[in-house]
């Protein structure tokens, strides 16, 4: 029986693109998802929060943008970037490849596809700035 620790050791080895951080990044992003659902809004996500224990890949890709933007600010997608992280399909491959090793699951539903051109990374990372008026 494989140990989940092996099992993340030979990823890493087998699909060397992501680092270890990419992967730990993904599990709590799940966690930021959870404890922040009502600030994660994408589709028909259910509003009750007993039903969002499972989110779609569209929903996860969201909670990711928040928490690297929350964790890192202006440098988030250059942390994710140096994770090997540039797209939102690379969540997908992560999410996928935890899934492979028994680290995630999905429902008969969900599709690797749910993660693919969720948003541009050089437009979701950007700063927005907000002009203050000399009355404020």
Not at 20 to 27: G, M, S
Not at 34 to 45: L, N
Request: with cysteine; charged share 30%; aromatic share 10%.
């Amino acid at each position: 029986m494989t140990s989940p620790l092996q099992a993340m050791r030979k990823l890493l080895k087998d699909d060397p693109r992501f680092k270890l951080e990419a992967y730990q990044f993904i599990r709590e992003s799940l966690q930021y998802a959870h404890e922040h659902a009502d600030q994660i809004r994408i589709g028909d996500m259910p509003t009750d929060a007993d039903d969002v224990r499972h989110l779609t890949g569209q929903q996860l890709c969201e909670a990711c943008r928040l928490y690297s933007l929350e964790q890192y600010g202006y440098l988030a997608k250059i942390v994710l970037n140096s994770w090997g992280v540039h797209t939102t399909s690379d969540l997908g491959e992560v999410v996928y490849n935890l899934i492979r090793i028994e680290q995630m699951r999905k429902s008969d539903t969900d599709r690797r596809e749910d993660f693919d051109d969720v948003y541009d990374f050089d437009e979701a990372f950007q700063p927005v700035f907000e002009l203050a008026s000399s009355e404020e």
